[in-house]
DNA sequence: TACATTGCGATCCGT
DNA sequence: TCGCAATGTA
């Protein structure tokens, strides 16, 4: 068959060792995604595997629909029935389907990270002011942590030892406690519930295991000890697991991500065959030896060796400049170059940074060019105010026990229902053991309640009711329409009359689109399945790169991408890598990691920019090198500017230069060798060129160039 | 008691 | 820059 004519040799063999345990090791650009629809489609094709029995699982909705489609185009139109989407669309869907069987209630809500804060938060206030440290997000990414070790809050508690755990154990169980109340599930209970389930009931092991005779898995290195789990479970009868993954694009350890996972595959699953891809088809030589010499700095990895037959290709370019608007500026004229002289087309270009702050300097400098780009991330179009609020009102609907939804919208838009009737209502729920929207029912009874206010609460119960019958009837986007009408939402936004409002009400409108949209490309469309399906949908998702367009995105996002020429912003010490992550040698090698994946994005041409300053919170943050730019061979290199050369390399001009981040704002204490300690009162101008003016006392008042002045940071326990 | 305003503090990456 | 918490005002 001429399928596999077009693959080489250990692309072929992975693509045809279909029975048992199998592991592909390939590296950035060697073909994976292209194996695992090639083996999706050799299995559908001439095996005859049925494609209700495969299931493949990809790290973003996108690239599931991607597989799809290649493999519809490989071996036609076999694809219904097949299962391909993300662990957690996965395991959503197979929570519904199996949840009536379980006595389960499948009207669940998923919470995200934002229903999460505001539920510990509640958690909080409601336990005792024991010094519950931390803010709400640190409280849950530890909870976060424990609970994808699938380590449920009774066995943490039994285990803790010192106080913090004992705490955080308590905090758990009364955050698990609270999510059941609400009937609501966060991300790691889409994974762990399964779990649980399928381990405690053989029937339903069976079942579902039965169902998947061949499991695909892409990035494997990303999958934590919940989704490790689930695979093995459901691979226990057959063993027809194939894993494709690269330890050296580990990039979400930080969200619990599990590298064993991959380096223990053969262990875990015995009798693994192990292929591993080592021909590179992206890069050119020079930008693959540039990212081999980096990764290899790394000491917890698996040794390999890339090669390509690719052209040499041209040196990175490395530009040094002096403040965000220059690299805008910088990245916006090369790319101009770029299609001018090598007939590089929009959307042959991508834009990569560490953090989404970084856009805005590109946008800027994008725009003043006149330039069309494709942003991907920052505020995401369903985490808006708006339409938030709207999805909360859908979500009520959906599970009258999600309170945290409730609450959100119980007062808005305004109607006169404030803080103190809301913490009425919730005690008296507390107390009578109701749920919320119970409570807000029975409100007549609550006698702490006045007639105004339980008149109002009788109006928004009549308009819940009002609501819910309009969700029994006719569609989503209809009824979208009809909350944001019915509910004065749309003339509370027409009322403010700001740009701002204006704004919002395209967005709610957009929201209806969105809806209208689902209805017609879904099999069987239904409110839940609308609102789990927004729940779980990513940034680049959404992204498409057909239009004539430049993409921004996060190093994260660019994570399975390519492009003909790649630019990474801000290669410097604080920003890549990260500052937080300064402190820990696997953090830092995970920092590594992000640089080698956004490296390997580019196939033809890769460009390195530096801000020796950039803007911080209040003043400027002064910048060096990042150490990964040092460990690319200088021979991969061009030097657009001495810029570099004067900051980075050479240390300083005068020798004063530390090579250290300095921070320096208005308001900040430093040190000056012969001043003495002082303050800072003014900034202006960045880069070189900043001057600060600094008062040392004893009417000793110096404006002098930050850069050269020798100065240093001074600890508040100094001053 | 509800709602507007001000001020402050936090800011990495994202299912 | 933005969202949230404390504060002020009707």
Not at 38 to 62: C, E, N
Not at 463 to 487: C, M, Q, W
Request: aromatic share 8%; charged share 30%; hydrophobic share 40%.
């Amino acid at each position: 068959m001429d399928l596999l004519h077009e693959l080489n040799s250990p692309q072929r063999e992975a693509v045809t060792s279909t029975e048992g345990p199998l592991l592909v090791l390939a590296g950035a650009g060697t073909g994976k995604t292209r194996v695992l629809a090639y083996r999706i489609a050799y299995l559908v094709g001439p095996m005859g595997v049925s494609p209700h029995d495969v299931l493949a699982v990809t790290f973003t909705r996108k690239a599931a629909g991607e597989m799809r489609d290649r493999v519809r185009s490989l071996v036609g139109d076999v694809g219904h029935g097949m299962w391909i989407g993300t662990f957690h669309s996965i395991c959503a869907r197979i929570l519904r389907y199996e949840a009536r069987s379980l006595g389960f209630p499948p009207n669940f809500t998923i919470y995200d990270e934002h229903d999460q804060a505001a539920l510990i938060k509640q958690v909080l206030k409601t336990e005792e002011k024991s010094e519950t440290r931390g803010s709400p997000a640190g409280i849950l990414s530890r909870i976060s942590a424990v609970k994808s070790q699938l380590i449920r809050p009774e066995e943490f508690r039994a285990r803790a030892t010192g106080h913090r755990d004992t705490e955080l154990a308590r905090l758990y169980e009364a955050y698990e406690a609270g999510l059941r109340e609400n009937n609501a599930l966060d991300f790691d209970d889409l994974i762990v519930m399964p779990v649980r389930l399928l381990r405690a009931n053989d029937q339903l092991l069976d079942r579902v295991s039965g169902r998947f005779r061949y499991i695909l898995i892409d990035e494997y290195q990303d999958t934590n000890f919940a989704q490790y789990e689930l695979i093995r479970l459901l691979s226990s009868g057959h063993g027809n697991v194939c894993a494709v993954g690269d330890d050296d694009q580990s990039i979400y350890q930080w969200r619990g991500a599990d590298v064993a996972n991959i380096l223990n595959f053969e262990k875990d699953f015995p009798g693994t065959r192990v292929i591993r891809i080592e021909q590179s088809y992206r890069s050119t030589k020079t930008i693959l030896a540039a990212a081999q010499a980096v990764i290899k700095n790394n000491r917890r990895r698996k040794d390999k060796e890339l090669w390509t037959a690719n052209p040499v290709g041209r040196k990175i370019g490395v530009n040094g400049v002096l403040s965000e608007e220059e690299e805008g500026a910088f990245v916006a004229a090369t790319i101009a170059e770029l299609v001018k002289d090598e007939g590089k087309t929009l959307s042959d270009v991508a834009v990569l940074y560490r953090t989404n702050a970084q856009s805005r300097a590109i946008e800027d400098a994008l725009r003043r060019q006149g330039m069309p780009y494709i942003l991907v991330g920052g505020t995401r179009f369903y985490e808006r105010k708006e339409i938030k609020d709207i999805v909360a009102y859908l979500r009520v609907l959906v599970n009258p026990a999600d309170s945290i939804s409730l609450r959100r919208i119980l007062n808005v838009p305004p109607r006169g229902i404030g803080d103190v009737t809301m913490s009425r209502l919730e005690s008296h729920a507390v107390e009578q053991d109701i749920s919320l929207l119970e409570a807000i029912e029975g409100s007549g009874r609550i006698g702490e309640i006045g007639p105004g206010i339980r008149r109002k609460l009788a109006d928004f119960v009549s308009l819940i009711d009002g609501l819910k019958s309009a969700a029994a009837s006719g569609s989503i986007g209809e009824l979208i329409s009809t909350v944001a009408e019915d509910t004065g939402y749309i003339a509370f936004l027409e009322d403010q009359g700001t740009p701002d409002a204006v704004a919002r009400l395209e967005n709610v409108r957009e929201l209806a689109a969105g809806a209208y949209e689902y209805e017609e490309r879904a099999e069987e469309p239904t409110l839940e399945a609308f609102l789990e399906e927004i729940s779980l949908l990513m940034d680049i998702d959404m992204w498409d790169n057909t239009g004539e367009r430049v993409s921004l995105m996060t190093l994260h996002n660019a994570k399975g991408l390519e492009f003909k020429a790649v630019f990474l912003a801000g290669v410097e010490e604080g920003l890549l890598p990260h500052h937080t992550a300064l402190e820990d040698d696997a953090e830092v090698e995970e920092e590594r990691r992000l640089f080698y994946v956004g490296l390997t994005r580019a196939r033809e041409r890769a460009f390195l920019s530096i801000a020796t300053s950039r803007r911080g919170f209040h003043g400027f943050l002064t910048r060096s090198v990042s150490r990964f730019l040092h460990e690319i061979p200088p021979e991969h290199v061009e030097y657009l500017s001495d810029v570099y050369e004067a900051y980075g390399r050479g240390g300083a001009d005068d020798g004063n230069y530390s090579g250290e981040e300095i921070v320096i704002q208005v308001g900040a204490w430093v040190k000056h060798p012969d001043w003495g300690i002082g303050r800072v009162k003014a900034c202006e101008g960045y880069g070189r060129e900043l001057r600060v003016t600094v008062d040392f006392g004893h009417n000793n008042v110096k404006k002098v160039l930050a850069r050269y002045a020798g100065l240093e940071p001074v600890d508040e326990g100094e001053v």
